[in-house]
């Protein structure tokens, strides 16, 4: 026997037993759901096994597929997070928009009043991390809301930029929107010297 001969038997050994038994699982399913289709097509007159052992196969075979179910839908929920790892992701968040303001805050003649723009769009699909980073305690309750510049700074950190004679920073409250159902996110205010 050849060595690609002996590593093409190892390799449909590996994948043999996994796609078995998920061939059995899809199978079982299959038969379940179709058990389920049955009962719901015509519930009032569906038809129950003749033996007791064959009705308690039937409701163990049901509640596999439930419980099959049920563990599927959890997959998809995201996991809870540690307050550690909150913590660490409301931190990532913050530094990245930190990082997003300060590349916009370019010289402009109206940074001599204060009244420079700058708006911040971004995506956080966690609501917990959101409210963390905003030192809430939990998720945020609200769409709109104003937060004084200094507050806003403690929280995400400093925020200015060099030009060429001075130096600019946050000269208006910071105005936060938040829509929880896309989970995205706006901050807008004014910067100047």
């Known amino acids: 026997m050849s060595p690609t001969t002996a590593a093409t038997k190892k390799r449909k050994s590996d994948t043999d037993g996994a ?11 299959t038969v379940a759901k179709q058990t389920v289709e ?26 596999k597929y439930a419980r099959n179910l049920e563990q599927e ?10 307050p550690k790892e909150l913590e660490a992701a409301a931190d990532k ?6 990082s997003g303001i300060k590349k916009q805050m370019g010289w402009k003649p109206s940074c001599k009043t204060g009244g420079a723009k700058w708006l ?43 030009v060429r004679y001075s130096n600019l920073r946050l000269t208006s409250d910071v105005n936060v929107k938040w829509d929880p159902e896309e989970g995205t996110f706006k901050f807008s205010g004014s910067y100047g010297i």
């Not at 796609?19 to 199978?27: E, G, I, P």
């Open 19 to 29: 796609a078995a038994s998920k061939k059995a699982k899809l199978a079982e399913d």
């Open 38 to 63: 049955g009962i719901l097509s015509d519930a009032s007159n569906f038809v129950l096994p003749g033996t007791e052992k064959d009705t308690r196969a039937l409701i163990l075979q049901l509640s």
């Open 120 to 162: 911040y769009d971004g995506v956080c699909s966690d609501p917990a991390i959101f409210g963390k980073m905003l030192g809430l305690e939990g998720p945020p309750t609200f769409k709109m809301k104003k937060i004084p510049s200094e507050e806003f700074e403690n929280l995400i950190g400093h925020i200015g930029a060099s």
């Open 73 to 82: 839908v959890d997959s998809y929920k995201p996991k809870e997070k540690s």
């Open 93 to 98: 968040l913050a530094n990245v928009v930190r």
